[in-house]
């Protein structure tokens, strides 16, 4: 308040009254931005979680199996991870090391949102039919997630199944930015080809997260929160797959 009435003694016109609000608002804004940039959160948003995954993900390329298994991957913490966050991000932007964006991701969507992206419906009996729909739910038949890449708008479609718990949704988000930054090019043409392309690299990253023991184990040994979901930035749905029914 003292300092307030301070300034105000020597402002005497228009000129030096803005020129003292812009020199103020200048501060407040620069210490709010100290201030957030000096916040390290322990939850896995989907900033941080790009962040995180492509760091793991460069050491576990760099690494034979057998030094993953025997040694583990060094993982960052959140206080190394909070050094490189952005202030403002784009939402549900799959964005490698900090840098290059990949693409997108939609995390939780109705199994409609996947289907209508390469099956087709029978308007009269609300049914889907497609050649691909069994293989591509044997490809996630022991995963707690559903995942379909569309290539015109580089986007993953994640349909979380009803027992999907917070390590499942960063897995789906860890195969998303895997996909997006190592699955070839020519692998997305066609829709058997980025099927197949999803079956590889679900694999290679079953194969990894197998050789450090338990994902959700190396990321709070590190002083990351698994427990709390932090992905979803919305109400998102669940989907109860009977196998017997089929779709």
Known sequence: ???????????????????????LLFIHLGTNYLAVRAVSMRTLNRQRANILFSDLLIQARNSSHEEIREKGIPILSP???????????????????????LGFAKLGVPLKNLLDRFSVSDSTTGSYTSPLASTLLNVFQEEEYIM????????????????????????????????????????????????????????????LIAGVGSLEKLLEEKGWDVKTGALETRSGVRVVFREEEGW
């Open 148 to 207: 379909w890449y569309d290539n015109s708008s580089t986007t993953f479609f994640i349909v979380l199944k009803s027992n999907a718990d917070t390590a499942a949704q960063l897995k789906a988000w860890m195969h998303a930015l895997y996909f997006a930054k190592f699955g070839k090019e020519e692998e997305r043409g066609t829709q058997e080809a980025v099927l197949q392309a999803l079956y590889r690299t679900l694999g290679v990253l079953n194969v």
């Open 1 to 23: 308040m003292l300092a307030g009435t301070f300034v105000v003694s020597f402002i005497s016109s228009s000129s030096a009254t803005w020129s003292a609000m812009i020199f």
């Open 79 to 101: 206080e190394e991870v909070s050094v490189r966050e952005r202030v403002f991000e784009r939402d549900g932007v799959l964005r490698w090391n900090g840098a290059d964006v």
